[in-house]
């Protein structure tokens, strides 16, 4: 069986693009975000060491429900900033039962997509466990105008997306694996029935090779 892992740099649009081919393929998504904005509601975080604590949590149970649905044998969607460090949780999974990935990697000018990072971080519509970076618990100032002030510059942004390898993870090297990159400065100009058709075709090629595993 397969499953389509859906990461890239922040702000490429991960989520859109999860839900777009959700749609298309008739697919259940698992997103760490909307696991973790669950906990955030439900749990919350009053210091930097409980947010990151909640991140792991998250982390752990999209595993434990990407786990779940390998065990039934059903095809589905991850979507995840997946980095360098989440290489060995996810190709375990992979390996322990024997699935086929393929990533798709969401990329693009690095200062087009930089823009609506800022964009995003800044909105009152932002969801609050995602922008709470330096005040536990925030002021009430913050969730109505937003972030008063982005701390993440430019560079270290893209120090970022080199360093931790969000536009370089891939299950590739695991059998049948593959990895499609899209750019995504511009969302409107993706050419989405040439990506389905990729999907696809990688499906009836893994597929069909299924029992060669």
């Not at 892992?5 to 959700?22: F, H, N, Q």
């Not at 991850?78 to 460090?85: Q, R």
């Not at 080199?162 to 511009?186: L, N, P, Y």
Request: glycine share 8%; hydrophobic share 35%; charged share 30%.
């Amino acid at each position: 069986m397969y499953c389509i892992l859906v990461t890239g740099i922040p702000a490429a649009g991960k989520s859109t693009m999860a839900e777009m081919i959700a749609e298309k393929l008739r697919l259940p998504v698992i997103s760490k975000d909307v696991i973790k904005e669950l906990l955030f509601d439900h749990v919350g975080f009053r210091s930097r060491a409980e947010k990151v604590n909640l991140g792991t949590a998250s982390m752990e149970i999209m595993y434990y429900a990407a786990g779940q649905m390998m065990r039934a044998g059903q095809p589905f969607i991850l979507e995840n900033n997946f980095e360098y460090a989440s290489e060995q949780g996810i190709k375990e999974l992979l390996t322990n039962y024997r699935y086929f990935a393929l990533t798709i990697t969401l990329t693009g000018d690095h200062k087009v997509i930089y823009r609506r990072f800022l964009e995003r971080e800044t909105s009152p519509d932002r969801h609050r466990g995602h922008v709470v970076n330096d005040c536990y618990p925030e002021k009430k100032d913050q969730r109505t105008e937003g972030q008063k002030a982005v701390s993440i510059s430019y560079e270290d942004y893209v120090y970022g997306i080199e360093h931790r390898g969000f536009e370089d993870f891939s299950a590739c090297g695991m059998t049948g694996s593959r990895q499609i990159k899209v750019d995504t400065t511009d969302f409107s100009r993706i050419d989405r029935e040439k990506l389905f058709s990729e999907i696809e075709t990688w499906k009836k090629e893994v597929l069909s090779g299924e029992s060669a595993y």
